[in-house]
């Protein structure tokens, strides 16, 4: 069943929770996701059936919105409330001025160093595995880029942030970050996703009502910018997988017939374009 799906995600289960249920309901062995969610976190989530499990490099993966609540007096090992409490003090009110002259500071490009409460691999080995064990493991900083940050008041110590940001961005870190540039301890309390590039809510499933007769969204919606689709002037040959000469400004294309994608094709040295990958 060659299916791509758009689901909201709840709190509470895991990415590979949905991917289960899913595979359960559309009876799909062949079943993946993009962007891991947390437990903890809802939101969208873009699952791939069938064939279209080989789209998974060439998906939309910039971009992500997120609105995240946090609250301030608290700071965990995991930089949500989730995780063992480590540093308690007496926090302040900030005023609007405050807030948007911190959010300069995290507006485009910046380093962030990747918490110890994540998948990201040393050694052969994910960063929470050493954490887990105690074990404190020195971290390069990463750049990521930030589109669009807004922090607001709830009230009392309760903030939230809405955030578009690249990927690889941690809303935990970029949460922690924040509160120290306004001289607080802080720690995130919600997460969701609401979108990825194009792709948002609105268009999402809830996971308690899939039926297994749900069509999806069309694999064109799922391209990444940075690759361009065109349509194939010999679909035959790039079916083959041969390499071509293309008059084109764009170093990655994907190839499509009618309404199908056909093969991902990448410019080498020689300057003609070979296959990456076919996707029919």
């Not at 998974?56 to 919105?65: A, G, I, R, S, T």
């Not at 792709?199 to 064109?220: H, M, N, Q, V, W």
């Not at 997988?241 to 094709?265: M, N, P, T």
Request: charge should be negative; hydrophobic fraction near 40%.
């Amino acid at each position: 069943m060659d299916r791509i799906l758009l689901i909201d995600k709840p709190a509470g289960m895991t990415s590979f929770d949905v991917v289960r249920k899913c595979r359960k309901i559309f009876h799909e062995k062949k079943i993946g996701h993009t962007g891991t969610l947390d437990p903890e976190a809802s939101g969208l989530m873009i699952v791939l059936m069938g064939k279209y499990t080989k789209l998974l490099p060439f998906c939309v993966k910039d971009h992500k919105h997120y609105l995240a609540e946090f609250v301030l007096g608290i700071r965990t090992e995991t930089e949500d409330i989730w995780g063992a409490v480590i540093e308690e003090k007496p926090y302040g009110l900030h005023s609007d001025e405050e807030l948007r002259s911190a959010e300069l500071k995290f507006t485009g490009d910046i380093l962030q160093i990747p918490p110890m409460y994540s998948a990201l691999k040393v050694n052969g080995k994910k960063l929470y595995e050493y954490a887990r064990q105690g074990i404190e493991i020195e971290r390069e900083p990463r750049p990521v880029h930030i589109s669009k940050i807004r922090v607001s008041h709830i009230e009392d110590n309760r903030y939230i942030l809405d955030a578009v940001v690249s990927s690889g961005t941690y809303i935990r870190t970029l949460i922690t970050d924040f509160c120290k540039e306004i001289g607080e301890a802080g720690s995130m309390s919600k997460l969701e996703r609401r979108a990825i590039e194009h792709l948002d809510l609105s268009k999402a499933l809830r996971l308690a009502e899939l039926t297994g007769e749900e069509a999806g969204i069309s694999p064109f919606e799922l391209i990444d910018p940075a690759w361009k689709i065109i349509m194939a002037k010999e679909p035959e040959m790039i079916r083959n997988g041969r390499a071509v000469r293309l008059d084109e400004e764009s170093d990655k294309v994907i190839f499509a017939d009618d309404q199908h994608l056909l093969a991902a094709y990448e410019r080498r040295q020689d300057q003609l374009f070979h296959c990456v990958r076919g996707l029919f």
